[in-house]
């Protein structure tokens, strides 16, 4: 199933080179000396290189919340035909979320791993928008999507004028070719494709499968840590960026197709993007293992808010309020006593959409599988299903420490509320009888209320005195 000149592309080697930082200003060069030196457009650059600037904030961002790189480049990124609408059209991208195209429920919703489609699918075509709110126009806003692919990318690249992409790989691993170098990221990894950025994903396992968070009008920080100190959750040092590769082959009726507004447009040129031979700057894509990431947990009583397992942050104007969170519920150990440790059940003002990468989740005895999604929006009730709650009831106070393994869920959550798209409400993988894992939750109330006489006179109903 692989294509001609996919299958030309040279493989990725065994242990890609990284730099490792988050939020760092790195610099890079595939050709000694190809960095220009004292300033960053010289009149002429070195190896004839042309300089030019990807800019993810306005020029006047403070100064630590800006953020651009400066890429030489064998030719400059402009140098292609115009931009034309996408044929055939791709239907399914979301990126302003209105009446005409998406629906709001309440309702709690789940979908079992949609099947990969056997007919030839990129990941361009294989992505489809699930649900979000705002606008790419307006710069405020996310939207959530999933993908599933089965053949590499065929001489074009995509990029996101919209939004930065959080590619979380649920089956099979991504060789992701960038402007800034190579990314391999495996199941149980993310990687983070800034907005503008184009780039190519091939399948080297084949059949793939995931999920992705566009976030419009910011970019992802690291969590403040507060009381807990210097250390803790996703530490700087494990994010890794690429270090600078290119190609310089000509390659007629290379496309690049560009995400612009939720529709895609296309444009022809005669030489591949990857031609970028040094780079230096602080706007840049990356991943992150998240094995590596180190929770904390109560270690007395009660269960700890979902916010302590914060991977990455897309902050509002509003402290404390995010546009949207990536949250993680990796191993780790139970040992709360005289506790109910499963999530409680709650109605949050924020809305979460969760996704399972493998084993099970911890609330959800059945039918949460890997590569599946559920999503609560604003003030929807949810929490642990019957069969969890029972069983640790069950357990009673005399539980002893436990170690959750196999496992690695995940939860976009956001301040605002999600409309649906129709073909995610429609789709034959939704899980239309998700309701009835609470059904069968049963009254355990044992209050009685009784007279002088010891008769009983009352209901359960308190009295005000």
Known sequence: MESKSAAARPAFPAELEYQSGFGNHFSSE??????????????ACPYGLYAEQISGTSFTSPRKFNQRSWLYRVKPSVTHEPFKPRVPSHGKLV???????????PTQLRWRPVEVPESPTDFIDGLYTVCGAGSSYLRHGFAIHMYTANKSMDDCAFCSADGDFLIVPQEGRLWITTECGRLQVSPGEIVVIPQGFRFVVDLPDGPSRGYVAEIFGTHFHLPDLGPIGANGLAASRDF???VAWFEHLPRPGYTIVQKFGGELFTAKQDFSP???VAWHGNYVPYKYDLSKFCPYNTVLVDHGDP????????????????????????????????????PYYHRNCMSE?????HGGYEAKADGFL????????????HGPDTKTFEATIALGNEAGPRRISNTMAFMFESCLMPRVCPWALESPYMDHNYYQCWIGL??????ESVNEDGQDVGNGHGDNK
């Not at 914060?310 to 139970?334: C, H, K, M, N, Q």
């Open 30 to 43: 595939a050709i000694a000396g190809a960095l220009p030196r004292g300033q960053n457009s010289p009149l």
């Open 95 to 105: 990126s302003e979320f209105n009446e005409s195209n998406s629906s709001a429920t």
């Open 240 to 242: 890794l960026v690429p």
């Open 274 to 276: 990857f031609n970028v």
């Open 307 to 342: 916010s302590i397992n914060t991977v990455l942050t897309a902050p509002t104007e509003r402290p404390g309020v995010a546009l949207l969170d990536f949250v993680i519920f990796p191993p780790r150990w139970l040992v709360a006593e005289h506790t109910f440790r499963p």
């Open 353 to 357: 959409f969760m996704g399972l990468i």
């Open 370 to 381: 890997p590569g599946g999604a559920s999503l609560h929006s604003c003030m929807t009730p």
């Open 442 to 447: 049963k009254s355990h109330f044992t209050y």
